[in-house]
């Protein structure tokens, strides 16, 4: 009863914040779930962070990375997102290419490459915070794929992406 | 979701993707300016990219 009433309120509570963390890096692999899902190698070379469920098909139909990380490269133990980014190459006057380090931002520094993570109902400098904003849906649902001819509980993509956020 | 594309050659494609920029950081403090280029010049502590969803 204690934690129902509990959880009633936190449901209803306002929230005005922003959270900021640090993640170190899962691997460094050539592979894109989202733009070649399955495909080993991928295009291009990533470095990724996250949960460790991390694999090169995570299609909503074959798998979900909320449900099957164990752990995460994340401050936050509960955050199973994965994020990934190209790395930069320095190409040298011989013709050779480089991996450029990756390192944490202020306050990251024990870090292992990574990035810095930011979860934000307003742009930064915006101290109110003031915008609604709803939980993920289920990724089932959030259809990281075809998005032109997604709809989200009946809303089209249009509509959706402007109330709620979450563009493809 | 996805910002970017790696096949954006041109200012003109790079313009459909504001929200990818990079910060030149003099020291780990820099925040600003915020250039659609990739710095031209050595930037002392690193370069800092810059991604933000919603696109």
């Known amino acids: 009863m204690f ?3 509990l959880t009633a309120l936190a449901l209803v509570a306002p929230s005005h914040a922003l959270i900021r963390f640090g993640c170190s890096q899962l691997v460094v692999d050539r592979l ?12 291009h070379l990533h470095q990724i962070i996250g949960g460790n469920s991390f694999t090169p098909d995570m299609r909503p139909e074959v798998m979900d990375p909320a449900k099957l990380s164990t752990c995460t490269t994340c401050q936050p133990a509960d955050d199973f997102s994965n994020y990934w980014t190209a790395p930069v190459y320095f190409k040298a006057r011989n013709g050779t290419y480089k991996r450029v380090p990756q390192k944490g931002n202020s306050g990251f520094e024990g870090q292992n490459g990574g990035m810095t993570v930011y979860y934000m109902q307003n ?28 709809t989200f509980q009946g809303i089209p993509h249009d509509h959706w992406l402007a109330n709620l956020g979450y563009p493809c | 979701m996805i ?24 020291n780990m ?27």
């Open chain 1, 123 to 150: 742009q930064l400098a915006d101290f109110a915070q003031k915008s609604k904003v709803k939980a993920f849906p289920p990724v089932s649902d959030l259809g990281l794929y075809g998005c032109k001819k997604l």
């Open chain 2, 29 to 55: 403090g820099t925040r600003f300016p915020e250039t659609k280029d990739f710095p031209k010049k050595p930037c002392p502590s690193g370069i800092m990219v810059n991604l933000r969803f919603p696109t």
């Open chain 1, 32 to 43: 894109d779930p989202l733009v070649e899902p399955g495909n080993t190698p991928s295009a």
């Open chain 2, 3 to 26: 910002i970017g594309s790696p096949t954006s050659g041109t200012r003109a494609e790079a313009d459909k993707f504001p929200q990818l920029t990079y910060t030149c950081l003099q």
């Open chain 1, 3 to 5: 934690w129902n009433s």
